[in-house]
Each structure stands twice: as C-alpha cells, then as structure tokens.
C-alpha cells in the first residue's frame, strides 16, 4: 500500500515503544486501528459512489440507446412502401383514363329492359330504350340477365356522387 517493508514496521515499533512508553502503548495502538478502520471506510464508501455512479452513468447511456431506438421505430412507417405503390398505380391508371381518346358508350342500369350495344362496324342507335328496334345482324344485344360491366371509374365517381346528393363523394 505505501511500500513500507517488515523491517521499517519493526523499526517504527520500536520507536514508538520508546517514546510512548510499555504502559500507553496499547491504546495508541488500538486508537491507529480505529483511524485505521474509519479511512479504509470512507475509501470502501467513495469506492461505492463511485461505481454507484458509473453504474448510473451507464444506465442513463443506455437508456439514451433506448429512447433513440423508440423514436426511430416511431418514425418508420411500414405501410409506407405499400402507400406509395398504391398511389403510383392510381396514378397510371388517371393518366391511362385521361389519355385514352374516345369513352365507352354507358351501359343501362340493371333491372332496365335490354338495349343494344355500339359496335365498331356501326354507329349508336338514337331509338329511345324502352321500345327496342330490332337487331341488325352484326350488332350484339344483351340480355337481361346478364350484369352489365362496371362503368369506367370517372363515370363511376359522378354517379356516387349524384346518389349521395349532397355532391361531394363519400
């Protein structure tokens, strides 16, 4: 601890029994050990604050670890990927719509009476379609009991919107 040898201890034993004498030397002897027994606590004390605090020191690193691995979960977005595609895709298909040149001729509601459809060889029918003119032979007709095709989605939309009433979609 100080780097002091047995026979420097001897020599300061000696000295002390000198001058403090055979008859007080006991309780100076117990009275070093006392001392002796308070430093040695207060340094196991110190050492205890101070790993006491490294350990807290710790503690407040990695709880600073934590609270950026939280905020960085927070901050992704695993639907973000899927958002993105899905508002790409809805985007072709405006742009798809937009630019296509003619719109296909409405279909009848269902549960309406069939009518005739527009084919590429002739032009639309102007009879109104409660009476029904007779078919040519190059036009189709649908029946009734088939489900007419979903209107294209521009069209779609108006329709919600006129069924609704209130002229907003939703």
Known sequence: MFDISWTEFLLIG????????PK?????????????????GMATEFQNQFQEA??????????KQVDDMARDVKDIDPLKGVRDDIETVGKDVERSLGS???QPAALPAAGSEPALI???AEPA????????????AETASVSATEEPAAPPLP???????????TGHPG
């Not at 007080?24 to 040695?40: C, D, F, H, I, S």
């Open 14 to 21: 000696v000295v002390a029994l000198i001058f403090i004498g």
């Open 24 to 40: 007080e030397l006991p309780a100076v002897m117990r009275t070093m050990g006392q001392w002796t027994r308070k430093v040695r």
């Open 54 to 63: 490294m350990r807290e020191a710790e503690m407040a690193d990695l709880k």
């Open 100 to 102: 296509t040149p003619e």
């Open 118 to 120: 527009e084919t590429a």
């Open 125 to 136: 029918l102007t009879e109104p379609l409660g009476e029904p003119a007779p078919a040519p």
């Open 155 to 165: 069209e779609a939309i108006e329709k919600a919107e006129q069924a609704d009433g």
